[in-house]
């Protein structure tokens, strides 16, 4: 196999890879469904030209005008297929600065929306004129600042930004003074591009081996300063970085050159270019030609560009569809556009199957197509607990697609990638009727962020989207309640990684306000104590990390209440207390200055006894009486020692006195008790009474003396 064509299969198998990188590697939003969809990015490029005078020996047929000129060509079918869909996201922009010792604009970055601009902007390239030999120098420092300033200048927030170097050499021919500030602006310049997110990709026409080791360097400089992805190519056997992928390309042929730049196209397309072999002799078209068979069986194909090389001049061309007719090369459906050592033909909304190009003569020209899809992704997450749904909808210019374009896909599946490190897992997605989507589900071993990128793919078609989704540990925010002066024990582990039986939490630091509310410690095994050291609310934060490495911050509320548990030891102490002088106050206030006489009478015959107040404070003249009773009186006297009490009772009695009678019962035996006084106490005259035995005590209070 020739080195060009090894070459080219590399660039074909990279840029299908790079594809997937560029379609919209965008972010979702965690836990609730999420859409994100992928298309054709628009950029503002850059495309900085060689024109010093080596460039006449180096690039004698103009090599890096023409491929330049294809390059904008293709970029038209961008503003086509943006136009058909109706979006309203814009198209890319292409500016062109020529340079040798000093840089040049030839114009400002140009939307490709029309036919017209598109010929304004390649007449503007194929009017560049080359030094004359041997006069002038190259101070790539300048170009490449140039280039970055245009691209400040052309800063709108939607486009991303390019540049596309091309020269034959390397900064020299200039003096010391000039070196050294050539290199001062290429720093200022990579520094430039790397603030703007700028790739820069270098071509180095390496005719009759003019870029030696110098070059290579510099070059390698230039492009690996800024490179932000995975890199477009494979670095060749003299790569001075010992980059595993690079954005620059040091040839001598023009169809490794066309290569690259269809490679750059198929990367912003997201599409992956192919070399299309000749059949031989025999096809559709007249006899003695030359034809290719350009499969385009793949769903999803907006338009085909079809690329043909050639060192010379290319002759007549003719193009048939799947069922055997010729298409009108100048209609509608196909665009044609010739250019030195090129013709591009762009096929609009081709029929699935395969076509067939005629090329005129017995010629083997070198034919390459590159697919553009219109296709786009929208995928939606629902994360519940560890596990999450995935929906997948493919559309095609931006219309849902029924079951048959699924189908026809050859792969769907999704790749969930620990954001923490580790290795991820590969499902497959499959079309649900139900959903009209391609639906899947995952599970996580423990939480964490995770990097979840479906892809789909086709013969000649790939397309990624991707989301990060966060699987929390499982818990809410805390909210709980503790007592004044209490404190209560808070389990973050057994609250916050539920299901997650692999995963430990440490805690290291809480920080709460306001601080004087409550106080917060941690111990082992993710348990925080809150105690409150005052009535009132407290919002709090935990520091923790789980033994997967990953922080977490948890955050909290706390109310601190009155707690009656708390206080119930002094409220018992004061109610005692309170019992107790309460018992005091009553044993003063019951205690009655004087002497009590009690009679006891039992038919004829009474005993009577004098006896001092008791000191007691719970007494009742019936204790007293019974403990001063005779159990040896008789029954009679009784009427006499009624009356007696009768008498009492009214010589007792006044204004400021009342007395009251109460009879209580208990079994046989009744007692009637009178009690004088305002309050009812017991300040005189009690009488105790046994029907059945005939027995009648009598008590006579006899007051102190004044």
């Not at 081709?350 to 083997?364: H, I």
């Not at 007395?659 to 006084?677: E, N, P, Q």
Request: aromatic share 6%; with cysteine; hydrophobic share 40%.
């Amino acid at each position: 196999m020739k080195k060009r064509d090894t070459v080219r299969l590399a660039l074909t198998a990279l840029a299908a890879a790079l594809c997937l990188a560029w379609s919209g590697l965008g972010w979702g939003t965690p836990c609730a469904a999420a859409a994100e969809s992928t298309g054709s990015q628009p950029y503002n490029i850059a495309l900085l030209i060689d024109k010093s005078g080596s460039m006449n020996a180096t690039d004698p047929e103009r090599l890096a005008v023409s491929a330049a000129g294809m390059f904008v060509n293709s970029l038209y079918a961008e503003s086509m297929m943006t136009q058909a869909a109706g979006r309203d996201g814009g198209c890319s922009r292409v500016g062109v600065i020529s340079f040798s010792a000093e840089a040049q604009t030839e114009t400002i970055p140009v939307e490709l929306t029309t036919e017209a601009e598109v010929a304004f902007l390649t007449g503007e390239i194929d009017a560049i004129t080359y030094d004359k030999v041997n006069t002038g120098a190259t101070d790539l420092g300048r170009a490449v600042l140039s280039g970055t300033e245009m691209l400040q200048n052309a800063q709108d927030g939607v486009r991303k930004n390019m540049i596309i170097l091309f020269t034959d050499g390397y900064t020299d021919a200039l003096s010391a003074q000039g070196m050294e500030r050539s290199a001062a602006m290429m720093a200022e310049g990579l520094e430039a591009a790397r603030q703007l997110d700028c790739e820069i990709y270098v071509v180095g026409l390496n005719y009759q081996g003019r870029i030696n080791d110098q070059g290579r360097a510099e070059i390698w400089n230039i492009a690996n300063s800024t490179q932000s992805g995975e890199g477009l190519l494979l670095p060749d056997s003299n790569d001075a970085g010992g980059a595993s992928r690079v954005n620059y390309l040091i040839t001598d042929s023009r169809q490794e050159v066309s290569d690259f730049y269809n490679a750059i196209f198929g990367m912003m397309m997201g599409s992956a270019g192919t070399d299309v072999p000749p059949t031989g002799p025999s096809g559709p078209g007249p006899e003695g030609w030359t034809y290719y068979d350009v499969d385009l069986t793949s769903p999803g194909i907006f338009c085909a560009n079809i690329y043909i090389i050639s060192d010379g001049d290319i002759g007549g061309l003719g193009l048939w569809d799947p069922s055997g007719g010729q298409v009108d090369l100048s209609g509608s459906s196909v665009r044609l556009v010739r250019g030195n050592g090129y013709a591009l033909m762009t096929i609009m909304t081709p029929a699935e199957g395969v076509w067939t190009l005629g090329t005129e003569g017995p010629v083997s020209y070198d034919v390459t197509l590159v697919p553009v899809t219109g296709i786009t992704l929208e995928m939606e997450s629902q994360i519940q607990g560890g596990s999450a749904a995935l929906r997948v909808t493919v559309l095609y210019m931006d219309q849902p697609q029924d079951e048959a374009f699924y189908a026809a896909l050859s792969g769907a599946s999704c790749t969930v990638t620990p954001e923490a490190g580790g290795e991820g897992q590969t499902i497959a997605l499959a079309y649900s009727e139900e959903a009209g989507a391609l639906v899947g589900t995952f599970t996580v071993p423990a939480p964490g962020r995770y990097r979840a990128e479906a892809s789909v793919t086709a013969a000649q078609m790939a397309r990624t989207t991707a989301q990060t989704l966060e699987f929390t540990m499982g818990g809410e925010p805390i909210q709980v309640s503790v007592g004044h002066r209490a404190s209560v024990d808070v389990d973050l582990a057994e609250r916050f990684l539920a299901g997650w039986d692999n995963v430990t939490l440490t805690v290291e630091s809480a920080a709460w306000t306001p601080e004087e509310v409550l106080d917060i410690t941690h111990g082992e095994g993710g348990v925080i104590t809150v105690r409150g050291l005052q009535t009132g609310e407290a919002a709090f934060t935990v520091h923790a990390v789980d033994s997967l490495g990953q922080v977490w911050d948890i955050p909290g509320t706390v109310e601190v209440t009155f707690s009656l548990l708390v206080w119930l030891p002094l409220i018992l102490a004061a109610l005692a207390a309170l019992i107790a002088a309460a018992l005091l106050l009553r044993q003063r206030t019951l205690r009655l200055p004087g002497d009590f006489t009690v009679t006891c009478a039992c038919g004829d015959g009474y005993s009577v006894e004098t006896i001092a107040p008791p000191r007691g404070s719970s007494f009742t003249l019936y204790t007293l009486i019974m403990n001063s009773l005779d159990p040896g009186s008789g029954s009679m006297g009784m009427q006499r020692i009624v009356q007696a009490v009768k008498e009492a009772r009214g010589a007792l009695s006044s204004g400021s006195n009342r007395i009251r009678m109460v009879t209580r019962t208990s079994g046989r035996r009744k007692y009637r008790t009178y009690r004088l006084g305002r309050d009812s106490r017991a300040l005189g005259g009690e009488v105790f009474r046994d029907d059945e035995r005939g027995l009648t005590i009598e008590v006579e209070w006899i007051p102190l003396e004044d």
